[in-house]
C-alpha cells in the first residue's frame, strides 16, 4: 500500500486537486465542507511536493520518470520528477495553501453567494491542478492542454467580480491568451513536423540532429514558441491583458495569478527553450540576446509604469511585469548562476507577490480605499496586514536577509558572469525603481497621522496566511539552503549538454 | 415556437438522433467517430427539443441538479477508470497493463477500458453542451 | 485608428513572409519518407490492435496511449462550463438581490 | 523567389493554413467588434488543425482504421488527428466562455463593440 501511494505519487499530487475540484459543485450549499477540503487538500499537496523534493535532493543523478498507463516514452505520455518539476511543485503547494486560507469565509464580498464561492474554489483547484501538471510533465502537446486548463481557470476567477469592468479585462485576456496558445500550439505543431516526436528528451535530440536542415523552420518555432508563452505570462511588450485583469480579480485570485499562473508558464517556456532547443541551438539562433533585450525593457518599463499608477492593486500589476522582466533575463543569461537566480526569484516572487495582493485586498476590503494617496496611517491601525506588506516590499526590492535579494544576488553573479554590463546594470536601476515605487506606500501607511476610523486587522485564518507568507520571505532569506540547492541543481540539469 | 409540422417531425426524428449519438459513442472503438462526435450529437437532440418545444420543457426533462451530477461523475468516472491501474499495481491509466480482457476485436465488447471511458466521456460531453445551451437561453429571457 | 491599423497590416504581412519562408523548408507534403512517419507512428499503426484491441487508431491513442491528455480535455470542457456559469447564471441572482 | 514558390505549390496545405492563420490574426489585431474577434481566433485555430492534420498525411493513404487499407495503400498518421481531436474541444470550450463574456457585456454596456465599450467604461458602474 505504501509503496503504490509513493510510486504512483506524481499522478496523485496532479490529480488530487483535479479530483476535489471535480467533487466540490455536488455539495455546493455546504460551505464548511467545501472551504476544508480544499485547504485539507492543498495541505495533502504540500506534504505531497515536500516529500517529492526531498526524494529528488536525496536521490542525485537521474530524475524518476513515470509512464502514463504504462506505455513507453515516445509512445505515451511521461511525469519527469526532475529537480525543476520538485522545485516548482514545491512553490505551487507553498503558496496556493496559505492563499486557500486567506479565502475562507472571506469571498461573500468579492465573488457572491455560496453557489458561487464553491464555482471559485472549483476554478483555484483546478489551477492548481493545471499548474502542478505544468511543473512535472515532459510531453509538448501536454503542455499545450494544460496551458488551455490554466488559461481558462484563470479567465474564470478574473470574471467572478459583479463589476462589468471584470467581464471586459476577462474578455482581453481571454482573446489574448487564446491567441497565445494559438501560436503555441503552432510551434508544437513544426516542432512535431520537422523531427515527429512529441516526447521532449526525444524531440530535443532529433531538432539536434537534424536543424542544419531546416533551420528556418526551427527560427519560427522558436518565435513562436516565445510570443506565444510571452503573451501568456505577460512579457513587456505584450502584457497588455495584465493590469487590467489582475487588478479587477478579487483578491485571492489576483494572488495565485500574479503569483503562480505567469510563474507556470513561464516554467513552461523555460522547458520548451532548455529541454527541447538546448542552449546550444538557442546560442546558435541568438534567442538569449533576444530574452535579455526582452527582460531589460520589461524592467524598466513595467517599473516605470508602476511608479505613475495610483490604485494599489494596478501598482502590484504593473510591477508584476517588471518581475516577469528578471526572471525571463535569467533565462536569457544561459549560466548557472543566472539560471539558478532566476528560478529562486521566481519562487520568490510568487511568495511576495502573493503577500502583497493578499495584504492589498484586505486593506481594500476593510477600508474601501484603493488608492495610494488614500492609505495614510494604516499600518497603525492595521499593524499585522501593513506588515506583512512592509517585509514583502523590502523583500521585492532586495533588501539582504530577505527572499528577494537571494535571487537578485544569483542573478547579478550571473549577468556579471556572462561578461555584459548591460543587465547587470539594470537589476541594479531596477532595485532602485522598485523602491521607488513601493516605498511611498509604506511610508504613507506608517507615518502620516491615521484617520480617526473604526479600521481593524482583517479575521484569523486571514491574519494567519499572512503571517505565514511573511515568515516564508523571512525564512527564504534568511536559510535560503535546501530551496537554493535545489533551484541549483535544476539550472545544472537545464544545461546539460545534449 | 408553435409550428405544428416542426413538432410533429421534431417528434418523430429527435429519438433517432438520440440513439444514433449513443450508437456513435458506443462505436467509436471500431468504426469512425467517437465519444467526441457522439456526445455532441446526443446533446443536440435535447438542445433541438428545447429550441422547438420551449426551454421550460426542455428543462423539465434535463433538471439542473441532474446535470450538475453528469457532470461532476462523468468526469470522475474517467479518474475512477484511471484509478483502475493503480489498484492493479500498474500506473495511472493503464489498459492492457492492468489485465483488462481486451476481447475479440472488432465486437462492441472490445478494447477494455476504452469502451467504458467512452462512453462516461460522451455523456459527459453532451451534459456540457446542454448546460452550455441552457445558460445563455435563461441568460437571454 | 487607420494608421494603427496599416501598421499592424505591414507587421502581418511581414510576419506571413517569414513563415512562409519557413514553411517552404518543411518536408513536401504527403510523402510517406517524411519525418512525422517514424517509429513513433508505425507503432500506432503496427501494434495498436494487439495493444489495445480497437480497430480504430484515432481512439486508440486519444483513449489509451494518450489517455492522460484526454483526461485534462474532459477537464478543460468542464472548466469552461464552470466559468460560463459563474460568469452568467448565478451572476443575475446575485443581481436581483 | 522561384524556388520559393515552387516549394509553396508542393506545400500547398501549408501554404493555405498560414494564410489562413494571418487571416485570423489581422481580424483579431485590428477589428473592434468582439464577435469578430472571437470569429478571427476560431479562424487562426482551424489554420492551426489543418497544419497539423496536413502534416500527418500520406497521399493516397487509407484512412487509420484497420481493415480500410488495400495492398497498394498505406494507412495515414493517426497521432495528429488524435491530437487535433483534443485541439478542437479546447477551441470548443474557449469560444463557449467568450460567447458567455460577449452577452455578459452586452447586457452592461448594450454594445459589442470594443472601442464604444472603452468609451462607456467610467460611466457604468455594478449592476
Redo the contacts between chains.
Keep these: 500500500m505504501t509503496t503504490s501511494l509513493t510510486m504512483n505519487l506524481p499522478v496523485f499530487v496532479v490529480i488530487a486537486p483535479l479530483f476535489v475540484a471535480i467533487m466540490l459543485p455536488t455539495f455546493a450549499r455546504r460551505m464548511r465542507l467545501v472551504e476544508g477540503l480544499v485547504i485539507f487538500v492543498e495541505a495533502l499537496g504540500l506534504v505531497g511536493a515536500g516529500y517529492l523534493a526531498y526524494t529528488v535532493l536525496s536521490q542525485r543523478g537521474a530524475p524518476l520518470i513515470y509512464q502514463m498507463g504504462g506505455w513507453q516514452a515516445p509512445w505515451g505520455i511521461e511525469l519527469m520528477v526532475g529537480n525543476l518539476g520538485a522545485f516548482f511543485l514545491l512553490v505551487i503547494s507553498g503558496v496556493s495553501l496559505p492563499v486557500a486560507l486567506f479565502a475562507r469565509g472571506n469571498l461573500t464580498e468579492e465573488v457572491g453567494g455560496k453557489e458561487r464561492i464553491t464555482r471559485f474554489y472549483v476554478l483555484y483547484l483546478l489551477l492548481v491542478g493545471a499548474l502542478s501538471g505544468m511543473a512535472l510533465t515532459n510531453d509538448l502537446f501536454n503542455v499545450f492542454v494544460l496551458v488551455e486548463v490554466a488559461t481558462l481557470s484563470c479567465c474564470g476567477m478574473v470574471s467572478t467580480r459583479k463589476h462589468p469592468r471584470a467581464a471586459e479585462a476577462a474578455f482581453t485576456y481571454l482573446i489574448l491568451a487564446t491567441l497565445g496558445s494559438a501560436l503555441v500550439l503552432g510551434g508544437i505543431g513544426f516542432i512535431y513536423m520537422i523531427t515527429g516526436h512529441l516526447n521532449m528528451g526525444f524531440a530535443s535530440q532529433e531538432i539536434n540532429r537534424i536543424w542544419q536542415t531546416n533551420p528556418h523552420v526551427v527560427w519560427l518555432a522558436f518565435s513562436f514558441m516565445l510570443v506565444g508563452f510571452g503573451v501568456k505570462s505577460a512579457l513587456f511588450p505584450l502584457h497588455v491583458w495584465l493590469p487590467d485583469a489582475h487588478s479587477t480579480a478579487p483578491s485571492p485570485a489576483s494572488a495565485i495569478l500574479s503569483g503562480l499562473a505567469i510563474k507556470g508558464y513561464l516554467i513552461c517556456l523555460l522547458k520548451v527553450l532548455y529541454n527541447i532547443f538546448g542552449h546550444t541551438l538557442m546560442q546558435e539562433f541568438a534567442v538569449h540576446r533576444i530574452l535579455v533585450l526582452a527582460g531589460t525593457i520589461a524592467i524598466i518599463a513595467g517599473s516605470i509604469s508602476a511608479f505613475a499608477q495610483d490604485d494599489l492593486k494596478r501598482r502590484l500589476a504593473y510591477s508584476t511585469v517588471a518581475q516577469v522582466g528578471y526572471i525571463v533575463l535569467g533565462f536569457g543569461l544561459v549560466n548557472t548562476k543566472g539560471l539558478t537566480g532566476a528560478l529562486f526569484y521566481m519562487a520568490s516572487h510568487a511568495v511576495i507577490k502573493s503577500t502583497l495582493f493578499l495584504a492589498a485586498g484586505a486593506i481594500i476590503a476593510v477600508t474601501g480605499r484603493k488608492k495610494v494617496s488614500e492609505l495614510a496611517g494604516i499600518g497603525r491601525k492595521m499593524p499585522i496586514t501593513m506588515g506583512a506588506f512592509t517585509l514583502a516590499s523590502l523583500s521585492l526590492i532586495g533588501i539582504p536577509l530577505l527572499s528577494g535579494f537571494v535571487g537578485k544576488w544569483n542573478l547579478l553573479l550571473g549577468s556579471m558572469e556572462s561578461g555584459n554590463i548591460i543587465p547587470t546594470a539594470v537589476i541594479i536601476i531596477g532595485s532602485v525603481l522598485c523602491a521607488a515605487y513601493l516605498l511611498p506606500v509604506i511610508r504613507v501607511a506608517w507615518f502620516e497621522p491615521a484617520p480617526d476610523e473604526d479600521w481593524k486587522d482583517p479575521g484569523i485564518s486571514q491574519k494567519l496566511a499572512l503571517i505565514i507568507l511573511a515568515a516564508v520571505v523571512v525564512i527564504l532569506g534568511v536559510i535560503p539552503g535546501p530551496l537554493l540547492e535545489l533551484a541549483g541543481r535544476a539550472a545544472a540539469d537545464l544545461l546539460v549538454l545534449r | 415556437m408553435k409550428d405544428f409540422i416542426l413538432k410533429r417531425i421534431a417528434a418523430i426524428i429527435l429519438p433517432f438522433v438520440c440513439i444514433y449519438g449513443f450508437y456513435v459513442i458506443l462505436h467509436?472503438?471500431?468504426?469512425?467517430g467517437?465519444?467526441?462526435a457522439g456526445g455532441i450529437i446526443l446533446g443536440l437532440s435535447f438542445i433541438a427539443y428545447s429550441t422547438i418545444y420551449g426551454t421550460e420543457k426542455g428543462r423539465a426533462k434535463l433538471p439542473e441538479r441532474v446535470l450538475?451530477?453528469t457532470?461532476?461523475?462523468?468526469?470522475?468516472w474517467?479518474?475512477m477508470m484511471?484509478m483502475v491501474?493503480?489498484v492493479r499495481?500498474?500506473?495511472?491509466?493503464?489498459?492492457?497493463?492492468a489485465g483488462v480482457d481486451?476481447?475479440v476485436?472488432?465486437a462492441l465488447s472490445?478494447?477494455?477500458l476504452?469502451s467504458l471511458?467512452?462512453l462516461g466521456?460522451g455523456i459527459?460531453?453532451a451534459s456540457?453542451i446542454v448546460?452550455?445551451f441552457f445558460?445563455?437561453m435563461?441568460?437571454?429571457s | 485608428m487607420k494608421i494603427k491599423n496599416i501598421l499592424i497590416l505591414l507587421v502581418v504581412l511581414l510576419a506571413t513572409y517569414g513563415i512562409l519562408m519557413a514553411v517552404a523548408e518543411l518536408p513536401p507534403y504527403g510523402m510517406p519518407d517524411n519525418p512525422v512517419h517514424n517509429q513513433v507512428s508505425e507503432r500506432y499503426i503496427n501494434e495498436a490492435l494487439e495493444d489495445t484491441g480497437v480497430l480504430n487508431m484515432v481512439t486508440a491513442i486519444v483513449l489509451d496511449y494518450r489517455a492522460y491528455d484526454t483526461m485534462f480535455e474532459t477537464i478543460v470542457l468542464f472548466t469552461a462550463t464552470l466559468a460560463v456559469v459563474i460568469t452568467l447564471k448565478s451572476w443575475k441572482k446575485e443581481g436581483e438581490r | 523567389m522561384k524556388i520559393l514558390i515552387d516549394k509553396l505549390i508542393i506545400n500547398y496545405p501549408y501554404f493555405i493554413s498560414v494564410v489562413l492563420f494571418m487571416i485570423g490574426a489581422l481580424t483579431v489585431l485590428t477589428r473592434s467588434n468582439l464577435f469578430k474577434k472571437l470569429l478571427g481566433i476560431n479562424i487562426m485555430e482551424s489554420a492551426i488543425f489543418l497544419l497539423f492534420v496536413a502534416g500527418g498525411n500520406i497521399r493516397g493513404g487509407a484512412s487509420p482504421i484497420i481493415g480500410k487499407a488495400t495492398t497498394e495503400s498505406v494507412y495515414i498518421n493517426p497521432l495528429p488527428s488524435a491530437l487535433m481531436l483534443t485541439g478542437i474541444v479546447v477551441s470548443v470550450s474557449v469560444t463557449a466562455f467568450a460567447l458567455a463574456l460577449i452577452v455578459r457585456l452586452y447586457k452592461s454596456y448594450n454594445t459589442t463593440d470594443a472601442r464604444r465599450i472603452a468609451t462607456m467604461r467610467d460611466e457604468v458602474t455594478e449592476r
Excluded at chain 2, 457532470?71 to 470522475?76: N, P
Design positions: 467509436g472503438h471500431v468504426s469512425p467517437g465519444s467526441f450538475t451530477w457532470e461532476s461523475y462523468g468526469t470522475l474517467y479518474v484511471g491501474g493503480i499495481g500498474v500506473p495511472f491509466l493503464a489498459n492492457k497493463l481486451l476481447g476485436p472488432g472490445s478494447g477494455g476504452i471511458i467512452g466521456v459527459r460531453v456540457t448546460t452550455l445558460t445563455m435563461e441568460e437571454e
